[in-house]
């Protein structure tokens, strides 16, 4: 059973401490997505990266957040140092493009990230 | 004014009721519109998807897109408590479904009970 994994599911930390948080694309997929989900903004995506290459970070606060992608079963979001502002859940997604086939994204179970 | 808008709720029906939910949107190059249901701690997971305008039915489930208003529903028959999520609308150009992924905007999503 094919699944993004992530890793912390949750993560307690003080302002000001790095945060890493990991995931894992599901074998094949190419093109893997982090998204930030809070209440006030709902879902919104921070970066992705088609064959390990990143294709758009618009949507990440630079001076802080960092997203890498080391090989193509793992990427990474770092956050340093962290503000309360990030408290939120913190979702991977992957998927592949295939031509005439609707861009569906699988998405990992999240990492809830509160920042004291 | 966010690209795509969506009633947060809470949204509270009766077992077996029948369900509307609604997004609007204002991006008129958008072509492809999906549905994703997310559980309570869980990930979004696509639900449906329709291209350009017109309906598409799946089970219990219908999908509308009307282009000309700027309006997609998708509507539950039969409502059960295993349908309790929330529902979040997302959209996307033409490219996305092609050779490449552009970005899928996501609506904030509407929080769905069902009532035994």
């Known amino acids: 059973d094919a699944r993004v994994t992530q890793t912390p599911r949750h993560k307690v930390t003080e302002m000001g401490q790095e945060v890493t948080m990991r995931c894992q694309p599901i074998?094949?997929?190419?093109?893997v997505f982090w998204y930030r989900q809070t209440m006030m903004q709902g879902l919104e995506l921070l970066a992705y990266f088609r064959n390990r290459a990143p294709l758009d970070d618009s949507g990440m606060p630079k001076d802080r957040f960092s997203a890498e992608m080391p090989d193509a079963t793992l990427a990474t979001l770092k956050i340093q140092p962290s503000e309360p502002r990030d408290s939120a859940v913190y979702f991977c997604?992957?998927?592949?493009?295939?031509?005439?086939?609707?861009?569906?994204?699988?998405f990992g179970p999240g990492t809830r990230l509160t920042v004291l | 004014q966010k690209e795509v808008e969506q009633d947060p709720g809470p949204l509270s029906v009766p077992e077996g009721a029948i369900v509307s939910l609604n997004c609007t949107y204002s991006?008129?190059?958008?072509?492809?519109f999906m549905w994703y249901r997310q559980y309570s701690r869980k990930g979004p997971e696509l639900l449906m998807y329709t291209y350009s305008s017109g309906n598409k039915e799946d089970g219990r489930f219908t999908a509308q897109v009307d282009k000309s208003s700027k309006y997609i529903s998708l509507f539950i028959r039969d409502s059960q408590p295993s349908d309790s999520a929330t529902y979040l609308c997302?959209?996307?150009?033409?490219?996305?479904?092609?050779?490449?992924?552009?970005?899928?905007?996501f609506g904030p999503g509407t929080s769905l009970s069902v009532i035994p």
């Open positions: 074998l094949g997929h190419n093109t």
């Open positions: 997302a959209m996307s150009n033409e490219g996305a479904m092609k050779t490449s992924y552009d970005k899928v905007i």
């Open positions: 997604a992957s998927g592949t493009p295939l031509a005439g086939v609707v861009n569906e994204q699988f």
């Open positions: 991006n008129s190059a958008f072509q492809y």
